[in-house]
Structure formats: structure tokens, C-alpha cells
């Protein structure tokens, strides 16, 4: 095996770790669960599992649930990270989603589905990296076809780091369900619980003194041609950079059922981390040498679902309008067989003379 610090052709570490292409680990709940009320059927997920694949994947998990309420926890691995060193606010969508749906579902009666719709998020700082973030979520309306809940952000000593709402589609009644399991089927990993994050992480951030000198476009450009290094984000997800100058980006990502919720399908939280990151890097290709960007908010609205097939989703990013301080930018994210399953909007805020790896201080807003 080669030193760290051999690359192959692509510019990866030649014994670098791509998790997503690892056998994966978790299973699903049984239909039947749906027999059940939604508080019963998560009141009877948090007592027996099973763990999704992508609760294997990242350590996101429903740690709670009550009447119209629901918690979760995920750690703030460093696998997490982005390019510039930081967990991009996008990637908190995937631990906003369980409490945004969960929150919803322990007010819904047996036998109705749901989908995530709408889901939106405000971020207020950067994330302390290896710190365990909790999510508070709360239902807002659950009628007939709508359901509407609100999710907090916490890091360290409850400090809020982003707060969102999210709007749930509610589906026609399921008829002939199997009976109702008296427990889950078991892990595909019977093992004991731990999240392929608290493995040592591969890849690495671009270092400050390449931010500090070169032009968030040029940073960009050297991470495609394998000439900087590529984050953990992308030995985790797969997720990687394919263009991106002049406003604009593309990011291809994996559709591994790693990536899968407890419905077997691709989470929304992760849809929207794809177009976050996207985005972010369209705004990143406009930044000047010594130039932070942190993402301040994101909206995503669903259009389809994205299926666990291993095929490859991409997303496209433009920005739309650019000023000295604040950048706006629109993302679509695409199933291979090229349909639309998600549009984003985002803003982000250029901070000159900040690393690019932020610090602890809140995000200005637009007059700051």
C-alpha cells in the first residue's frame, strides 16, 4: 500500500477511503408498521430499530418523539466537512429532516404516507466541528393533505445554530397492509450501533494558505484537475465537484442507498445538501483571494422522489445576482435519466479578510 500521500491519476489519496462504496449497513421498517398510529410506529422504531443505512452512514438518528414533538442527534463528524474546512449548512438538512417529518408524523392516524414538499432553513453560525448536534422539532399543522413543522438547530450548550420549517404532502390512505410486526426486522449489520463517522475521515479541506492566495475560482479549478485535494464530504457521499467558474457550478452525487431514510428512498435533507453545496461552490468560483463565503439561508421544494439506485444525480447551480456583499443563486438537481427532482434557492455572504474555514462569530446579515 502507498504513503498518504501518493495520488492516483484523479488526484485522490491511492489509499483513500470511499465509504459510499462499501457494503452497505441498516435495513427498513416493515410495511406493516403502517397499521400503526405514527406516534406508536416511531415510539416502537426508537425501542427496536432498525437503523436506516443512512443513520449508518452519518450517526443521524431520531433519538425522540411525543405528542406533535420530535428529537435527533447527529455528530458533527469531520467527514462532514466541505471543501473550506466547515460543515456546510446544507449538510444540516439531513438532521432538520428527521425532525421536520418526524414531528408531523406522530400526529398522523394509521395508513397515511407522506412526502417532504418544502423544506427551508436559516443558518446563524458556523458549526463547532466535533460537537454532537441536536434538532428539536415541533408540528406546526398536521390536516388532511398538509402537514407543517419547525426544526431548531443546537450545538454545544444549546447554542442555535440554524432554524428552519418544512411543509409535508400527505398522501391517500395504503390499504392492504400486511399485519403489523410485534418488531422490526433486524439491522443488515448485527452488530453493535456505530456510524461509519467515527472512523478516522479521509480526504482533507483545502488549506488557508491556498484560499488566502488564489482566487476561490483557481482553488476550485485545482481541486477538479486533482492538483488540491478532495474534502471527507466526498470519500463519505461520493458527492463531487465537475465544473464550476464564473457563477456557476456542477456537482454530481452518487444515488447510494447509504443516502436512503427509513422510507427507502433518498432523503430530502440529503437532495438538499447536493444543491447547498452546489451552490455554494457557484458563489465560491466569484470570490476574491482571502475571501470567506458562508451560506445564509436555502429553500428546496421537492418535486419527485429520488430513488436509491446508485446512478448518479446532478446538480447545477447558477448565481443570479452578485453584489459586493451578498450573492443569491438558484440550483435544479437531476435524476440520471435527466428529470427534475428538486429546485434551491439560496443566499451567501462574502467575508473578505475571514479564512475560509470561518470561526465561531454569528453570520452578518445583509447590513453587516
Given at each position: 500500500m502507498?504513503?498518504?500521500?501518493?495520488?492516483?491519476?484523479?488526484?485522490?489519496p491511492e489509499d483513500a477511503r470511499y465509504v459510499w462504496r462499501e457494503p452497505v449497513?441498516?435495513?427498513?421498517?416493515?410495511?406493516?408498521?403502517?397499521?400503526?398510529?405514527?406516534?406508536?410506529?416511531?415510539?416502537?422504531?426508537?425501542?427496536?430499530?432498525?437503523?436506516?443505512?443512512?443513520?449508518?452512514?452519518?450517526?443521524?438518528?431520531?433519538?425522540?418523539?411525543?405528542?406533535?414533538?420530535?428529537?435527533?442527534?447527529?455528530?458533527?463528524?469531520p467527514w462532514l466537512v466541505n471543501s473550506a474546512g466547515v460543515i456546510g449548512g446544507g449538510t444540516l438538512a439531513i438532521l432538520a429532516d428527521i425532525v421536520f417529518s418526524c414531528a408531523a408524523e406522530t400526529q398522523l392516524p394509521p395508513a397515511i404516507p407522506y412526502t417532504t414538499a418544502e423544506l427551508s432553513l436559516t443558518f446563524l453560525r458556523p458549526t463547532?466541528?466535533?460537537?454532537?448536534?441536536?434538532?428539536?422539532?415541533?408540528?406546526?399543522?398536521?390536516g388532511h393533505t398538509v402537514g407543517l413543522s419547525e426544526a431548531f438547530v443546537l450545538g454545544p450548550g444549546d447554542r442555535l445554530i440554524a432554524h428552519g420549517t418544512s411543509r409535508l404532502a400527505l398522501l391517500p390512505e395504503l390499504d392492504e397492509l400486511p399485519e403489523a410486526p410485534a418488531e422490526p426486522e433486524p439491522?443488515?449489520?448485527?452488530?453493535?450501533?456505530?456510524?461509519?463517522?467515527s472512523l478516522p475521515a479521509a480526504g482533507e479541506p483545502i488549506g488557508q494558505s491556498q484560499w488566502g492566495s488564489r482566487s476561490g475560482a483557481d482553488v476550485l479549478a485545482g481541486q477538479i484537475s486533482g492538483s488540491l485535494p478532495s474534502p471527507p464530504l466526498h470519500y463519505l457521499t461520493g458527492l463531487t465537484l465537475r465544473e464550476a467558474a464564473d457563477g456557476r457550478a456542477t456537482m454530481t452525487l452518487p444515488a447510494s442507498e447509504w443516502l436512503a431514510s427509513p422510507t427507502g428512498l433518498l432523503q430530502g435533507g440529503v437532495i438538499a445538501m447536493h444543491a447547498d453545496t452546489t451552490m455554494q461552490s457557484a458563489v465560491v468560483s466569484l470570490a476574491p483571494a482571502g475571501?470567506?463565503?458562508?451560506?445564509?439561508?436555502?429553500?428546496?421544494?421537492?418535486?419527485?422522489p429520488g430513488i436509491a439506485d446508485g446512478r448518479e444525480l446532478t446538480a447545477r447551480a447558477e448565481v443570479v445576482h452578485a453584489g459586493r456583499t451578498l450573492a443569491i443563486t438558484r440550483a435544479e438537481v437531476r435524476n440520471a435519466d435527466d428529470k427534475p427532482i428538486a429546485l434551491a434557492t439560496g443566499s451567501s455572504i462574502f467575508l473578505p479578510g475571514r479564512p475560509a474555514a470561518l470561526d465561531d462569530r454569528e453570520f452578518p446579515g445583509e447590513a453587516g
Open positions: 502507498s504513503n498518504g500521500n501518493a495520488r492516483s491519476a484523479e488526484g485522490a449497513r441498516g435495513a427498513y421498517p416493515p410495511l406493516g408498521v403502517m397499521r400503526l398510529a405514527g406516534i406508536e410506529r416511531l415510539r416502537l422504531w426508537l425501542q427496536h430499530g432498525p437503523h436506516p443505512p443512512l443513520t449508518h452512514l452519518t450517526g443521524a438518528r431520531l433519538t425522540g418523539a411525543g405528542d406533535g414533538t420530535a428529537e435527533a442527534a447527529m455528530p458533527a463528524s463547532p466541528l466535533g460537537a454532537e448536534l441536536h434538532a428539536h422539532g415541533q408540528a406546526i399543522h398536521v439491522d443488515r449489520d448485527p452488530g453493535a450501533f456505530e456510524p461509519m463517522t475571501t470567506a463565503v458562508a451560506g445564509l439561508d436555502l429553500k428546496v421544494n421537492y418535486l419527485r
